[in-house]
């Protein structure tokens, strides 16, 4: 063995290398992609998404409400940060890039541990949870010039997997990940939303704001009539024709009340959806757009960037439902 290294340079070395793991990481991406049907059957399945949403109990109740605060920010900022690229201001949309995508949930945690010790069979540790398994690494090896080497070198095999810059960058990944799922909940929530106010109230109601206010209106108006002089059933008509106002504190309550079941709907609303978009193809659709630009770092593609634009459908009808409260109430 020694005497093949000796005969081999010090560029012939790192060219053989360089050649195993090119090849490896091919082979590796590919072997990816072929387990993310197995990968989802497994847990977003009905079954598979109830062990997930276990780990929602506890501080995530308070952390989505939060998220989700934090995700409208965030998108005004993006459409801010976009409006001053187009005038030539790069700084402000470079520093809007650098915000978090929200606070990082125990069922984001969950998720991440198995994609990256599941899926992508790569060394991990969250916590006390620590997985040495290397898929990548099991790959590159494979090469059987490569397997002749006895050589200090061989330790950079282990770079593309456990260097610090590949795993920022698939940390960045993971949140992106668990961003768009959080959007893809709020979504479901807010079309649920949509269809019950619509059906309970006659008026459809885009978020927590719209609702709140037609909710608090309706209740007013109920208050109102059941001290009508006449009997609350000509008082029901008497204020369907002149409604009352809400009172503030009325309408803050009813609002922040709708906000808190909005919130836990969106938390566990992921077991019923995470089949739905597993029989839809979206979550194989999504996990094959991760494992492409996870493929693309290893290969130190440029233009690996991981962004799914999901996240920002539930914006829609947040805005929508800021204009329509506004609307009414002129």
Not at 46 to 69: E, Q, S, T
Not at 74 to 82: H, I, N, V, Y
Not at 187 to 201: G, H, Y
């Amino acid at each position: 063995m020694g005497g093949l290294h000796r005969k081999l340079g010090e560029g012939e070395v790192l060219a053989l290398i360089g050649k195993a793991i090119t090849v490896g990481s091919g082979s590796y991406i590919g072997e990816r992609e072929k387990r993310i049907g197995d990968f989802v059957r497994r847990h977003y399945s009905f079954r598979g998404a109830l062990k997930i949403h276990r780990h929602a109990f506890g501080w995530d109740l308070i952390r989505v409400p939060v998220n989700i605060l934090l995700s409208v920010v965030r998108t005004l900022l993006a459409l801010f940060g976009f409006l001053a690229g187009l005038v030539g201001l790069k700084k402000p949309k470079d520093w809007i890039k650098k915000i978090p995508l929200g606070l990082q949930t125990n069922m984001d945690r969950q998720i991440s541990w198995l994609i990256v010790t599941e899926l992508l069979e790569l060394p991990y540790q969250q916590g006390q949870k620590i997985s040495d398994n290397d898929a990548l690494m099991t790959e590159v090896l494979k090469d059987p010039h490569l397997r002749s080497l006895l050589n200090e070198k061989l330790d950079t095999l282990s770079e593309p997997a456990k260097s610090p810059e590949f795993r920022a960058k698939l940390d960045a990944k993971l949140a992106e990940y668990g961003a768009t799922r959080t959007a893809s909940s709020e979504l479901a929530t807010s079309t649920t939303l949509l269809v019950t106010s619509k059906i309970a109230l006659g008026q459809a109601s885009f978020g927590a704001l719209s609702a709140g206010a037609a909710v608090s209106a309706a209740v007013a108006n109920s208050a109102a009539a059941s001290s009508f002089w006449l009997g609350s059933m000509p008082g029901l008509y008497y204020y369907a024709v002149f409604p009352v106002a809400a009172s503030v504190s009325q309408l803050m309550a009813v609002t922040v009340v709708i906000c808190i079941v909005l919130a836990l709907i969106s938390t566990f609303i992921g077991i019923l959806t995470d089949p739905l978009q597993a029989k839809l193809g979206i979550h194989q659709k999504r996990l094959k757009k991760l494992v492409s630009a996870v493929g693309s770092d290893l290969s130190g593609k440029k233009g690996s960037d991981f962004h799914l634009r999901e996240k920002y459908a539930g914006r829609l009808f947040d805005i929508i439902d800021v204009l329509s409260t506004v609307g009414r109430s002129l």
